[in-house]
């Protein structure tokens, strides 16, 4: 028996598909060919940013996941729930979360026999989009689950993108720590050179010779309609030339919207490189904001490899790297966020304090400095329009921002250095609770690393005395209930009465930093 579904035509608007690559791939699972051919022509002119839809098709669960084994990059799968058994839908969402590992992946779930899977329970237990009857989905109702769900896997995405570029600007950073020559420094940076290139469809790095009063660039990298020449300068228009110019002449970086000059190393008059990116679109001020991160660093990083191979403490090399990078990316949080640079200060002073306070060694307590700032590095891999959005945040939106938790430990994986190993505690510790209650992973207790119960403290008695764009500040006495109405379920017992015996030189460093 074919399930039956009618799709009417509500508004009679078609939209223009604009542009014919790129599109949003789109997978539509169902048994019945009707459904298909139906889905697709209400769709037909689907457009949303400027991106129209690929359809890919399948009549099984089995048949699913070949498709979706053999093309990546699928957004939304609109997905029948009986086929070739009655729970065939359900089996299948199972195992792209689970063999996959796709959390990305946006899921509408139809059906024609909703008695078979109630609704209430699949949406408590499958991690989908949206559950419909099949009559249920006019075409505009198809068009508005189309939209959200892609805006939904858009958000994701960029919020994957962000973690990655920082974890690759990190990540250099540590490795180029250890370099001792220049030869070494310029290429330990090259692959966050050539991931930076991709920002734009015409782009070089190279060289930079002076030649009779005149510069020369000699290509090291180059894509566009740079990449068949060695000596690129030529082949600027007018209007780049004086970018690079200025660049060059100033020693300093440039950003407009669609280009970016950056000069790397400009005090090594020898090892100096230019960096040039030109895209036919606006650049993202998040990839112009890591950017800007990454260049500033350089020359600090440099300068510091210079020393270290002048002295033989390297450890003392290697803090001082860490410890700029990392102010630098809590400038980064500062500036994306309304949770100011003040905030992160008061915490580490906080913090470092209830820790002496508590008969910390002087080497964790100095640790704890460095790191506890670092606490919600994470916000900045999350969407401008969640983390400074006024008011309450809906559900899903408290979900995404939650995730800064992970986003901030992931992106300090691979290096066991005792400044990085704390930092990962604080970032993916200081939203547990005493209770077990808190997340990204639910631990209770002891089981808690107490940096992450030393900073929880702090940043939340800092945070309820301070404005943020979803709440005013809370006054003293207000602070104080809440936090003592947390003693043994969102805080460490012990750790709060010690905070509170202090609680005088704690609301001190409150006050400060302004």
């Given at each position: 028996m074919s399930d039956d579904i009618l799709f009417v035509d509500e508004s009679g608007e078609t939209v223009v598909n604009k542009l014919k690559n790129e599109n949003w791939k789109i997978l539509i699972v169902d048994d019945e060919r009707e459904i298909h051919l139906v889905t697709k022509h209400v769709l037909k002119d689907f457009n949303f940013m400027d991106r129209g839809i690929d359809f890919y098709h399948a009549y099984s669960a089995e048949e699913a996941k070949q498709v979706l084994q053999e093309n990546s990059g699928i957004a939304l799968i609109f997905l029948d729930v009986v086929m070739e058994t009655d729970d065939a839908g359900l089996k299948l969402i199972e195992w792209v979360r689970s063999f996959l590992e796709n959390r990305f992946i946006r899921i509408v779930l139809r059906t024609g026999q909703p008695g078979l899977a109630p609704e209430k329970e699949?949406?408590?237990?499958?991690?989908?989009?949206?559950?419909?009857?099949?009559?249920?989905?006019?075409?505009?109702?198809?068009?508005?689950?189309?939209?959200?769900?892609?805006?939904?896997?858009?958000?994701?995405?960029?919020?994957?993108?962000?973690?990655?570029?920082?974890?690759?600007?990190?990540?250099?950073?540590?490795?180029?720590?250890?370099?001792?020559?220049?030869?070494?420094?310029?290429?330990?940076?090259?692959?966050?050179?050539?991931?930076?290139?991709?920002?734009?469809?015409?782009?070089?790095?190279?060289?930079?010779?002076?030649?009779?009063?005149?510069?020369?660039?000699?290509?090291?990298?180059?894509?566009?309609?740079?990449?068949?020449?060695?000596?690129?300068?030529?082949?600027?228009?007018?209007?780049?030339?004086?970018?690079?110019?200025?660049?060059?002449?100033?020693?300093?970086?440039?950003?407009?919207?669609?280009?970016?000059v950056g000069v790397l190393l400009n005090n090594d008059p020898v090892n100096r490189r230019l960096i040039f990116i030109e895209s036919n679109d606006k650049i993202k001020n998040l990839d112009i904001s890591v950017l800007k991160i990454f260049l500033s660093s350089l020359d600090s990083a440099y300068e510091n490899m210079k020393l270290s191979s002048e002295i033989e403490d390297a450890h003392v090399s290697k803090i001082t790297m860490q410890k700029t990078l990392l102010d630098r990316l809590n400038n980064a949080i500062s500036i994306r966020s309304k949770e100011t640079a003040g905030h992160m200060q008061r915490v580490s002073d906080s913090s470092t304090l209830l820790a002496k306070y508590y008969g910390c060694t002087n080497d964790y307590i100095e640790l704890l400095r460095t790191a506890s700032p670092m606490h919600d590095i994470g916000k900045i891999g999350i969407p401008d329009s969640i983390l400074l959005k006024e008011g309450p945040l809906t559900k899903e939106e408290r979900e995404i921002i939650n995730t800064h938790t992970t986003l901030g430990q992931d992106m300090f994986l691979g290096d066991e250095s005792p400044l990085i190993v704390m930092i990962r505690e604080i970032t993916g510790g200081h939203h547990e609770k005493w209770d077990g209650t808190g997340y990204p992973n639910r631990l209770s207790g002891d089981s808690i690393p107490l940096s992450g119960r030393i900073t929880a403290i702090c940043d939340v008695f800092d945070a309820l005395l301070s404005e943020r764009p979803y709440k005013k500040s809370f006054n003293f006495d207000k602070t104080m209930e809440i936090m003592l109405s947390g003693k043994g379920t969102h805080f460490d017992p012990d750790l709060l009465d010690l905070f509170l015996v202090h609680i005088d030189e704690m609301r001190e460093i409150s006050q400060s930093y302004q």
């Open positions: 699949v949406i408590l237990n499958y991690d989908i989009d949206d559950y419909r009857a099949k009559t249920e989905l006019t075409a505009v109702r198809l068009f508005t689950t189309t939209v959200a769900s892609l805006r939904a896997y858009r958000i994701m995405m960029d919020q994957e993108e962000n973690r990655k570029a920082l974890e690759a600007l990190v990540k250099t950073s540590w490795s180029i720590s250890s370099t001792r020559t220049a030869e070494a420094f310029l290429n330990g940076i090259m692959p966050q050179i050539s991931s930076f290139m991709s920002l734009g469809e015409h782009s070089f790095f190279s060289k930079i010779d002076k030649i009779d009063g005149k510069y020369v660039l000699n290509s090291i990298l180059s894509t566009g309609r740079f990449s068949n020449y060695h000596e690129v300068g030529g082949w600027l228009t007018i209007h780049e030339h004086e970018i690079v110019d200025i660049a060059l002449n100033e020693g300093h970086h440039v950003f407009e919207d669609k280009i970016v």
